[in-house]
């Protein structure tokens, strides 16, 4: 059974991870994932894509994504998300950071990410 894109992303932020599925990650990536930001995009493979979130989660004792908002397009590929996402460092620095990010999925996988960046603290 195909998971729909909005359980894809939710299943992407909610579980990869705030529980550190790296399995999954292996499941919802796509054979390619095109990352995109205001003015320049880069194309990831799927390895680099799982390895983007394993190593970032190293660089943290805990990470985790709060969906404020999640909103899928009626094409069945499209979904936005609104999140902040509270962290603490290795060194045990804590911060939080707020942004928000479109996905494009297809066949039950991440194929595109658009992102401009986050801010530091939490959505008024």
């Known amino acids: 059974m195909t998971r729909t894109a909005r359980e894809v992303v939710e299943q992407y932020n909610l579980v990869v991870w705030n529980q550190r599925d790296f399995a999954l ?11 995109h930001d205001v003015g320049e995009s880069a194309t990831l493979t799927h390895q680099q894509a799982v390895a983007r979130i394993v190593d970032h989660w190293d660089m943290f004792e805990t990470i985790r994504f709060d969906l404020n908002l999640v909103v899928a397009g009626d094409d069945g590929e499209h979904v936005a998300i609104v999140y902040q996402s509270p962290m603490t460092l290795k060194d045990g620095t804590e911060t939080t950071v707020g942004s928000m990010e479109i996905f494009r999925v297809v066949d039950g996988r991440i194929t595109e990410v658009w992102n401009c960046g986050y801010k530091q603290g939490v959505w008024a």
């Not at 990650?25 to 990352?35: C, H, K, Q």
Request: hydrophobic share 45%; aromatic share 0%; net charge negative.
């Open 25 to 35: 990650a292996e499941e919802l990536m796509g054979e390619t994932v095109i990352r």
